[in-house]
């Protein structure tokens, strides 16, 4: 059985970094694949970039230029570098992992990317 630990999720605004990071809970051997999905409100599951024996990647054509999937620096592990994030990029980052042909899910993390800008704010005081 295969556990991964999700973490880095949160909120952003449009135009920001993100860094998602899943690990395996435990060192073993046989896995060839991880991946992260999303789910959107509404929208079905999808890939998102997939690393396969530590070096070949794909990603979704939606992602491709912003994020960059690589291998953590513990073994079975994946990061997700995300950049220049859209609003259309919330929703739900799942870890994938696979080995000997099984499918391992991590329980998701929460991505928001949120529009508009904030203004520098103005004083407001009141006297007694």
């Known amino acids: 059985q295969v556990q991964l630990a999700e973490s880095g999720g949160g909120s952003v605004q449009a135009g920001g970094s993100l860094k998602l990071s899943c690990a395996a809970s435990?060192?073993?051997?046989?896995?060839?694949?991880m991946a992260w999905y999303r789910q959107a409100p509404g929208k079905q599951r999808e890939l998102v970039a997939r690393?396969?024996?530590?070096?070949?990647?794909t990603y979704a054509d939606s992602v491709q230029g912003r994020f960059t999937i690589s291998e953590g620096a513990a073994k079975n592990a994946v990061d997700l570098e995300m950049d220049n994030l859209k609003p259309e990029d919330t929703g739900v980052y799942c870890c994938?992992?696979?080995?000997?042909?099984?499918?391992?899910w991590g329980q998701g993390t929460q991505v928001t990317v949120y529009s508009g800008s904030w203004g520098q704010g103005t004083q407001v005081t009141v006297s007694p």
């Open positions: 435990t060192r073993i051997l046989g896995i060839s694949e």
């Open positions: 994938y992992a696979r080995r000997l042909g099984v499918p391992f």
């Open positions: 690393i396969f024996e530590g070096l070949q990647t």
